[in-house]
């Protein structure tokens, strides 16, 4: 059974970092691309990042590119996202995802809370 | 990019039928045949329950079915039950810019 659990959600000043990760089980995931959905409250789900199964291909929204960096580390079955630069609208859940042919999401874990306060 | 464009409502009694639009442009629905719903309910992971158009994940009830027609897609609940009642969100692969992005949500409920 594909497990995800995410961790590293805080409460955070605006301008601030945050690391989250996302440890991966059940399944290969060094052969697995990934990504991370977030959704404010009260908001619908907003794509964020994805990386592809060896890392070495990543794409990001607009509204996070330059601030966001997605990684893994296929060592540890974990996935990574740093965020710097921390603004009001980054408040979100954050859905760590797996990502399967055709850009379907799969299998999602239960989500980490970032809040950033002004 | 802008999202996708569902209706924010939608309902249904059960053993019913009722259908979800999710328009997008000719740049991302339109082309593609990557376009997969999902499922949310409170306090529970999205669960993914059509991808690519009309397909359904293993474990998926086959009440649940998608189409597409130009640019718009649409996802089919027959035979509501009060289970069904939840957020549904479409997503598409965006080409312009090689993106994916999501429609605004449709809240189903089951009257």
């Known amino acids: 059974e594909v497990n995800l659990l995410e961790s590293g959600g805080a409460l955070v000043q605006s301008g601030g970092s945050l690391r989250l990760s996302c440890a991966a089980s059940?399944?290969?995931?060094?052969?697995?691309?990934m990504a991370w959905v977030r959704q404010a409250p009260g908001k619908g789900l907003e794509w964020v990042s994805s990386?592809?199964?060896?890392?070495?291909?990543?794409k990001y929204a607009d509204s996070v590119k330059g601030r966001f960096t997605i990684s893994r580390d296929n060592s540890k079955n974990t996935l990574f996202i740093q965020i710097n630069n921390l603004r009001a609208a980054d408040t979100a859940v954050y859905y760590c995802?797996?990502?399967?042919?055709?850009?379907?999401?799969?299998?999602w874990g239960q989500g980490t809370l970032v809040t950033v306060s002004s | 990019q802008s999202a996708l464009t569902q209706p924010p409502s939608a309902s249904g009694s059960p053993g019913q039928s009722v259908t979800i639009s999710c328009t997008g442009t000719s740049s991302d629905i339109g082309s593609y045949k990557w376009v997969s719903w999902y499922q949310c309910r409170p306090g529970k992971a999205p669960k993914l329950i059509i991808f690519e158009v009309s397909e359904r994940p293993s474990g998926v009830p086959d009440r649940f079915s998608g189409s597409k027609s130009g640019n718009t897609a649409s996802l089919t609940v027959s035979g509501l039950q009060s289970e069904d009642e939840a957020d549904y969100y479409c997503c598409s692969h965006a080409g312009y810019n090689n993106h994916v992005i999501f429609g605004g949500g449709t809240k189903l409920t089951v009257l």
């Open positions: 995802a797996k990502e399967a042919w055709g850009e379907r999401f799969d299998s």
């Open positions: 990386i592809s199964a060896s890392g070495g291909s990543t």
């Open positions: 059940g399944f290969t995931f060094s052969i697995s691309a």
